[in-house]
């Protein structure tokens, strides 16, 4: 990870996660039978590295993010932060989702500032580290603005500001930037890769797009099919910022697409008539 930024805000050997055999399952009420989400599952997440989680639909991504953040249990195996087992959630693991999650009737600086007064920070450290973080994701002259009035972009910039402002060591984010255009979407993943390059987080993102994780990762992990496992790591060796014209970058891309193709062949088409051949064929 030589190719980051000099002068970090923070460099830490915190924030390893280790995922032991994890399995996760549901009850299927409509069925009456067990679905295995996750099974077997083992990976290891370096400090202040970024992790991409890929793979096809129902693989259980947002799941074994859930259980990271300490959201759900897992029924086998566990998942250990920094040596110690993760049981529930904690201020050491931040999280941003989808949908926001903001206050509604709360502006800007209300919402940022919320985790910080939970800290129990003197005003004056609050207000300074909400000043920080407005500014460093581009609100400033928002403050004072309510979620209802800031476009979906900015809206999901106030998320993450939020999170960041708690300085969590683990930054969690389930498809953070899916619901916003794709102009947008460009400049929040230039945003993203710009903070974590300067505060050094340990950084596990779950995505449905191949291009992002390529963007963004050290890492891209591709899970198996329900139950999900690990089917591949591709370390992704191309300095920052990227360039997604360039020949190294659609390698990955081939290689990563190829992988995540090849499981889902296997959830849309029924097992009884595709063959291994039909499974592992390469892209028309």
């Known amino acids: 990870m030589e190719h980051r930024a000099q002068g970090a805000l923070a460099r830490t050997n915190a924030g390893r996660i280790e ?31 970024f992790l991409t989680l890929l793979g096809p639909s129902g693989c259980g991504k947002s799941t074994l993010l859930n259980i990271i953040a300490g959201f759900e249990k897992p029924d086998g195996g566990a ?34 500032e919320y985790g910080l007064r939970e800290k129990g920070l003197a005003t004056a450290e609050i207000k300074e580290t909400t000043r920080r973080f407005v500014s460093m994701v581009g609100l400033t002259g928002f403050e004072r603005r309510y979620p209802h009035e800031l476009s979906g972009g900015m809206r999901q910039r106030v998320a993450l500001s939020r999170v960041l402002a708690i300085n969590s060591q683990i930054l969690l984010m389930d498809e953070p930037f899916a619901a916003v255009d794709a102009q947008t979407r460009v400049i929040l993943q230039e945003e993203l890769q710009r903070i974590w390059m300067q505060t050094q987080k340990t950084v596990v993102f779950v995505t449905h797009s191949v291009d992002e994780a390529i963007y963004l990762s050290d890492r891209v992990t591709v899970m198996t099919a329900r139950p999900g496992t690990v089917k591949a790591i591709v370390p992704i060796d191309l300095p920052h910022p990227r360039d997604a014209t360039s020949d190294s970058f659609n390698q990955y891309r081939r290689e990563i697409t190829q992988l995540i193709a090849t499981e889902s062949r296997k959830v849309f088409a029924p097992a009884s008539v595709v063959t291994e051949s039909e499974v592992t064929a390469p892209l028309p």
């Open 19 to 49: 995922c032991r055999a994890v399995r996760k399952s549901y009850q299927d009420a409509a069925e009456g039978t067990e679905v295995v989400a996750l099974d077997g599952l083992d990976l290891h997440i370096e400090p202040r590295e």
């Open 79 to 112: 998942v250990f932060l920094d040596g110690r087992p993760i049981t529930r959630p904690g201020p050491d693991r931040g999280v941003v989702f989808q949908d926001y999650a903001l206050f509604p009737w709360l502006n800007v600086q209300q919402n940022i």
